[in-house]
């Protein structure tokens, strides 16, 4: 590929460049993808999405580069921010405040997950930082997985909205330890005191950033409608805004519009339907975010104990999700059968692991590089198959409104029109 490309760049011009002819023909081809697979296959598109860019990483395309920096950087957390809004105007405070069983069971989730991948990884031989970089990783599920399934599915119903709620929250810890931690790999400071106190910082100044972000979002619905095309333009914009500052400030972009989501939805009790120009938009930056998250992580160095490695994280990961969210099950409201749907609705990994593991990196490019070649291969695989697994879950829990097959939908048609 580079080669080819090499040839075209000889007598391509500004003001377009290589690489905008690169991310052009790479979506192009990606949204077809997309289309083809969930319109043959009824898998959702984020599978042809992924699988396009896991074969433009794998050909050596070098329009994405390790570790995220730059305009690369700037879109990965501008789609996640997006996305974890949507997914913070959509977690009730008030349902966690009459169900606290619900947040127990996000912690017990989020913290048997993080000891048994940390286990495993030790077991394997990993050094103790190694594996501590890898469990922090393995703790985030994929909001931005999970709605573009819903959204493939058209799902709803007790499992989707948990699932939302327990993804949201462990992308919040994982947002807050990763940026501490990546903070402490730069620095001298050594402990727990150092710790708390670096952890403290991100979450004080992305909660400060996330409380302005929603103030201005309140007095903005408050004089254009919330269904105005440019409602969705000023909110995409002012989260733009945010994503800008949010480093420089010492916070964390994600996490400040996670934040101001949950403040908008908790002040501003009109219901909000988002848009559909403004829906339009966080689709093309998922589509961008997933191409780059599988061009990104194909180009990792592969190899037997690698894969060995990536397939004990994702097996251990799994089941450990599994069995976080059944321990705190009881007198949270929902069956045992809508528990194991849940957990497998939390699987993926993509957007949210990829950002810490790159501000691992970042902050210490030796000694976080034994946890990028495993980290790497286990975000490529479980945003395939953790979309896979998650579609399964959603149908399994009854709550797709959508069949799953052509073959399926024909039925479901001809079934209606034998009832009218």
């Known amino acids: 590929m580079n080669q080819w490309m090499d040839l075209w760049a000889q007598w391509l011009q500004r003001p377009a460049g290589l690489p905008a002819l690169q991310w052009a023909l790479l979506l192009a081809v990606a949204a077809m993808a997309g289309y083809l697979v969930q319109r043959r296959i009824g ?12 074969a433009a990483g794998l050909m050596g395309f070098r329009g994405a580069v390790w570790p995220l920096s730059g305009t690369e950087l700037f879109v990965m957390e501008l789609a996640v921010a997006v996305v974890l809004f949507e997914c913070g105007g959509r977690l009730p405070l008030r349902w966690l405040r009459h169900n606290p069983m619900v947040l127990l069971q996000s912690l017990a989730e989020a913290l048997f997950t993080g000891l048994a991948s940390y286990a495993a990884m030790r077991w394997l031989g990993l050094a103790q930082q190694a594996s501590l970089l890898l469990a922090l990783v393995a703790v985030a599920a994929s909001p931005t997985v999970l709605m573009r399934v819903i959204a493939d599915t058209r799902a709803a119903g007790a499992v989707t909205e948990r699932a939302i709620v327990l993804c949201t929250l462990s992308s919040l810890y994982v947002l807050v330890l990763g940026a501490a931690y990546a903070r402490l790999m730069t620095g001298q400071a050594q402990g727990l005191g150092p710790a708390i106190e670096s952890a403290a910082l991100v979450l004080g100044a992305s909660a400060a950033m996330g409380a302005v972000l929603a103030l201005v979002l309140r007095l903005v619905l408050r004089v254009m409608s919330p269904l105005s095309e440019n409602t969705a333009i000023a909110v995409l914009a002012l ?3 945010c994503t800008a500052l949010a480093a420089p400030l010492g916070g964390s972009a994600p996490l400040a519009a996670l934040l101001a989501g949950m403040l908008l939805k908790h002040f501003y009790v009109r219901p909000w339907a988002w848009p559909r120009q403004g829906s339009s938009a966080s689709t093309l930056l998922a589509m961008l ?7 990104i992580a194909a180009q990792g160095h592969w190899s037997a104990a690698v894969a ?6 994702v097996a251990v990961r799994l089941a450990a999700k599994a069995v976080g969210v059944a321990l705190a099950n009881p007198g949270s409201g929902a069956s045992w059968r809508q528990a194991a749907w849940t957990s ?12 810490v593991a790159s501000g691992f990196v970042a902050a210490a490019p030796e000694a976080a590089a034994p946890m ?8 490529l ?10 579609t399964i879950a959603l149908y399994g829990a009854g709550e797709s409104l959508k069949p799953w097959t052509p073959q399926m939908r024909e039925r479901a048609a001809t079934a209606e029109g034998d009832g009218a």
């Open 372 to 379: 990028a070649e495993i980290a790497l291969p286990a975000i």
């Open 308 to 313: 060995g490695a990536v397939l004990v994280l």
């Open 43 to 54: 898998l959702p598109k984020v599978v042809g999405y992924t699988l396009v860019g896991t």
């Open 239 to 241: 989260i733009a805004l």
């Open 381 to 390: 695989l479980m945003e395939v198959l953790g979309a896979i697994i998650t």
């Open 344 to 355: 497998g609705a939390m699987s993926p990994l993509s957007g949210v692991a990829l950002l």
């Open 289 to 295: 975010m997933f191409v780059l998250v599988s061009t």
